[in-house]
């Protein structure tokens, strides 16, 4: 999970650099705005690419599943196993996540998913 969340941010951080320059460039408060505006169609495109890569970088999951993959490492080191439905929710948003956006490495997501249900299985059993 941290491997693909960081993964995923560095290569939006190599791909997209001029975009999140731009936005300390025109100052981090409202640096993507949500509506467009009647600016015309060349600037609505370069407008839209900010929201592209707003969305693919810090408003993604790839935030989310650095901290899901840190608190599971945590806990790990500590013997206490994440709850089954954890694993099974991220197995099965990966899965889906991969049949919708081909290719993309999401189905690597749910190998995260079933290690976790593996984990908290062999936690019931003890």
């Known amino acids: ?19 999140i ?12 705005p949500l509506a467009f505006t009647e600016e015309g169609a060349v600037q609505m495109v370069e407008s839209l690419q900010n929201k592209v ?7 993604s999951f790839a935030v989310p599943l ?11 080191g500590r013997g206490v196993a994440v709850p089954a439905g954890i694993g099974w929710g ?13 290719p993309s490495p999401f189905f ?8 976790i249900i593996l984990a908290a299985r062999k936690d019931d059993r003890s």
């Open 21 to 32: 320059t731009g936005w300390v460039d025109r100052g981090m408060w409202a640096a993507v």
């Open 53 to 59: 890569t707003f969305w693919a970088g810090p408003g």
């Open 90 to 102: 991220l197995a099965t948003w990966c899965a889906l996540g991969g049949v919708l956006l081909v």
């Open 1 to 19: 999970m941290f491997v693909l969340g960081t993964g995923h941010l560095s290569l939006l951080a190599l791909i997209a650099w001029e975009d």
């Open 66 to 76: 650095i901290l899901l993959g840190c608190l599971t490492w945590h806990l790990a």
């Open 108 to 115: 690597a997501g749910i190998v995260s998913g079933a290690l």
